[in-house]
């Protein structure tokens, strides 16, 4: 007892003679004197990360993170501390240069997630060649001045710099250096820092860290720079597994297949179109949040109301999309398959083998043809429309396409369809069974060309009675000027053109044996303050209502994340009143619209990893690219690991367990489909 007492003694002693050290040799302060530019390079760098977190993840557990502040601390310390191998007044260009670097991956991230709510990848470099056809949208819709911020870092650095060179500072600390020794030890103050960090980490963040699937909840833990450093390697990754991983991936495929049956499972809906032809509908942009609204009693959508009301109407249904935006979607709906976590399959995998519902139409003696008035290389269509089974894409120069009948990106869709008739009466005159889908282009961001939309308000006009008696009419900016409203005008007008393409249809008797398919390809990306103003306009004030009104709406990440899903229709002429025309309420994803198609139109696809809604009802589950996912019960946020409750059932961690498992399954099995070709059976051959 003695003895621990002593030790206690010695211990106590040596704690108050270091910290009496500290403050008689000013350690501290001599520290920050001598080490004035690291430190300047080390803060720059991480309020850069900071202020990243700050505008994209609106949360003050995300910008504020300690395991993001830590890493990103640890990351500029590891990195600074080689600057030290240079001679003083040789430093600044080591760590301007670092500097410039990670506020470039700064910057590239914040425009990068204006515009694709996610963070960019270095596999989404070989995208750069579709940015000059669409420059307009990048330059309007996501350069914004927060983007600037990031260049404090190296000005701040430069500044420092040339005041310490003016005091002759680096002369000063010349004599003191021993730069090998001081890259060391700071290096290894960045090791402590590593096993710092390390040890907050959890099994979940781990896991989440090797798949990469969240985006953003691998810079909320690990912060930005290292989840640039992993991006890295996880895109290179499927270039060796591919080589070497195989056999795994086979088995994993194998076993997740194992239990399905060979044959579709019949319903009420089963080969009820067989043998008609099908006129797909790719809506650009399309939500499902512009049907039914009304501004001034006018309707914004006249023509989806109309088809939702005759036809077979998914007012429950969400895209899939991750930043392949619409060929994602193209991918989804045709394949049953997810967007691929590194880069995009139209681009990075074209070359796959894919079961899609063009091929498999194409056996049963469909002729399939895909329309779309923009280059034909956008998204590399040219190729991949041809790898997924369709027989002929017509593209721009298929069309007469001029600076008069041009709205925003390309040729206008009311000009589009107009132009699109004549070949649809050549095809059906030439083939018994047609199968195609025709792309729209008009209802794409940045939505600018209001003056091109023809004439659609998105104020608000009331008749007020004044004291006299007379009345007058006054107006309310409402939604006039934002993006929001520019898009209720572009999807108005995009709406009227669907309409005038139906009846031309009908007038050419292409209707007759016809099934029209719609779905919105993704959200239109707009801002979240402008659903806000939306949904609790104050007229009184041409403001936003206080959240404590009666009439306040709530509207936060969650009602945002869910107010993204688009329509899903099936239409027939001929529809309305029978037994097809109705409303399905249940959540549905595009994944579940080949199996859901397939089985009315009789054709199946084994891996798809979709559900017929039909056969699947209020049990299904739609999974997102970032391993989020909603049913009727609930929506789960994996990034927060929390959820919202969309109906009064019970909810159990059990089955939040569960659900989480599958959608993590469901998403691993489909990249190793696409990047190891698992649906090659050539491959398979060669294998064995």
Not at 53 to 75: C, G, P, Q, W
Not at 549 to 576: C, H
Not at 601 to 618: C, E, S, T, V
Not at 666 to 675: C, F, K, Y
Request: net charge negative; proline share 2%.
């Amino acid at each position: 007892m003695k003895k621990i007492k002593t030790n206690f003694h010695n211990l106590k002693d040596n704690i108050c003679h270091t910290i009496k050290r500290i403050k008689t040799e000013h350690l501290i302060s001599n520290y920050m004197k001598n080490n004035v530019l690291f430190l300047t390079f080390v803060i720059t760098a991480v309020f850069n990360s900071t202020i990243l977190r700050f505008f994209s993840m609106h949360m003050l557990e995300n910008y504020l993170s300690v395991k993001a502040i830590l890493a990103d601390i640890t990351v500029a310390v590891v990195i600074g501390s080689f600057g030290y191998l240079f001679k003083p007044k040789n430093r600044f260009t080591y760590l301007i240069i670092a500097n410039i670097f990670l506020s470039a991956i700064c910057m590239i991230n914040s425009v990068y997630y204006t515009f694709y709510t996610s963070f960019a990848s270095v596999s989404m470099l070989s995208l750069t060649q579709y940015i000059g056809d669409v420059g307009d949208a990048v330059v309007e819709n996501v350069l914004q001045l927060k983007d600037i911020v990031y260049i404090i870092g190296p000005i701040v650095l430069t500044i420092v710099h040339l005041k310490l060179k003016k005091k002759n500072y680096y002369k000063k600390i010349e004599i003191k250096s021993d730069r090998k020794k001081r890259m060391l030890s700071t290096l290894g103050a960045g090791g402590i820092l590593a096993l710092l960090f390390l040890v907050t980490m959890s099994p979940l963040d781990v896991s989440r860290f090797a798949k990469q699937w969240n985006k953003e909840y691998i810079v909320m833990r690990f912060g930005i720079y290292i989840y640039q450093a992993n991006d890295v390697i996880t895109t290179i990754q499927p270039k060796i597994n591919s080589m070497f991983g195989y056999d795994k991936a086979k088995k994993t495929f194998t076993d997740y297949f194992a239990d399905v049956k060979e044959e579709p499972e019949k319903n009420q809906y089963s080969n009820i179109f067989e043998g008609k032809n099908v006129l797909v509908m790719h809506a650009e942009s399309m939500q499902t949040n512009g049907i039914g609204l009304k501004f001034n009693d006018r309707e914004v959508t006249p023509t989806l109301n109309r088809l939702t009301k005759e036809g077979l109407y998914f007012s429950n249904f969400y895209s899939q999309v991750s930043v392949g935006t619409s060929s994602d979607s193209e991918l989804t709906y045709n394949t049953s398959l997810m967007p691929t976590k590194s880069g995009t399959a139209f681009v990075s995998y074209y070359d796959r083998t894919y079961i899609s519902t063009p091929k498999l139409l194409k056996e049963k003696g469909y002729y399939t043809f895909s329309m779309h008035a923009n280059n034909a290389d956008f998204w590399n269509r040219r190729t991949m429309h041809k790898n997924l089974g369709y027989d002929r894409f017509y593209s721009k120069q298929d069309y007469n396409v001029t600076k008069e009948n041009t709205i925003g990106l390309g040729l206008s869709d009311k000009e589009f369809f107009k132009q699109s008739i004549t070949k649809l009466q050549k095809i059906n005159s030439k083939n018994e069974k047609w199968y195609g889908t025709l792309i729209m282009l008009t209802n794409h961001t940045p939505f600018s060309d209001t003056e091109k939309y023809g004439d659609f308000e998105v104020n608000m006009k009331e008749t007020i009675t004044k004291e006299d008696g007379t009345t007058e009419e006054v107006i309310h900016p409402y939604m006039e000027g934002t993006k929001l409203g520019n898009y209720f005008k572009s999807y108005h007008y995009a709406d009227e053109a669907l309409g005038e393409f139906i009846e031309e249809l009908d007038n050419a008797n292409l209707l007759d044996n016809t099934v029209i398919v719609l779905y919105g390809d993704h959200d239109g990306r707009l801002p979240k303050a402008d659903y806000n103003r939306l949904y609790n306009y104050d007229k009184e004030t041409d403001g936003i209502l206080d959240d404590e009104d009666p009439n306040y709406k709530k509207f936060d990440s969650y009602q945002y994340e869910l107010g993204r899903k688009v329509p899903f229709l099936i239409w027939t002429k001929d529809m309305a009143g029978t037994e097809l025309n109705k409303e399905v309420t249940n959540v549905m994803g595009m994944y579940d619209v080949m199996p859901t198609l397939g089985n009315m139109f009789g054709f199946y696809n084994k891996y798809q990893l979709g559900h017929d809604i039909f056969n699947i009802n209020d049990k299904n589950i739609v999974v997102f690219p970032n391993g989020n996912w909603v049913t009727n019960k609930m929506y789960y946020n994996s990034q927060k690991e929390a959820y919202l409750s969309l109906s009064d059932e019970p909810i159990t961690e059990e089955e939040i367990k569960e659900n989480n498992e599958y959608a993590n399954n469901l998403l691993d099995v489909s990249d190793d489909i696409i990047v190891f070709d698992l649906l090659n059976e050539d491959k398979e051959k060669e294998k064995e």
